[in-house]
């Protein structure tokens, strides 16, 4: 059963930091892209960056690009989002993403709040 489960948001200042996990299982995680997005209060989910099965490639929407970054750990079948400079604009659910032979699979996610 494939499962992934988001871990790592909170409250942050803006201008801060965070790095959120997601730890997933149940499938040959190394062999598949991960994936993600994100939905702020009010609004639909959006995309935030994916990541190739061997780490090589990396893609990530605009307004993130230098801002975050997208890594993983085949061994540990992790993977990450660092999060830096954050705005109060980032604040939204974080939600992990794997398509495995065409079925997207979710995790629960993580709620990141960027407030002073």
């Known amino acids: 059963q494939v499962q992934l489960v988001e871990s790592g948001g909170g409250l942050v200042q803006p201008g801060g930091s965070l790095r959120l996990s997601c730890a997933a299982s149940g499938f040959a995680f190394s062999s598949y892209s991960m994936t993600w997005y994100r939905q702020a209060p009010g609004k639909e989910r959006e995309f935030v960056a994916t990541?190739?099965?061997?780490?090589?490639?990396?893609n990530y929407a605009d307004s993130m690009k230098g801002r975050f970054t997208i890594t993983r750990d085949n061994y540990k079948s992790t993977v990450y989002l660092q999060m830096n400079s954050l705005k109060p604009e980032d604040t939204a659910v974080y939600y992990c993403?794997?398509?495995?032979?065409?079925?997207?699979?979710w995790g629960k996610g993580t709620l990141v709040t960027v407030s002073s």
């Open positions: 993403n794997s398509r495995i032979n065409f079925m997207d699979y």
């Open positions: 990541i190739t099965s061997s780490g090589g490639t990396t």
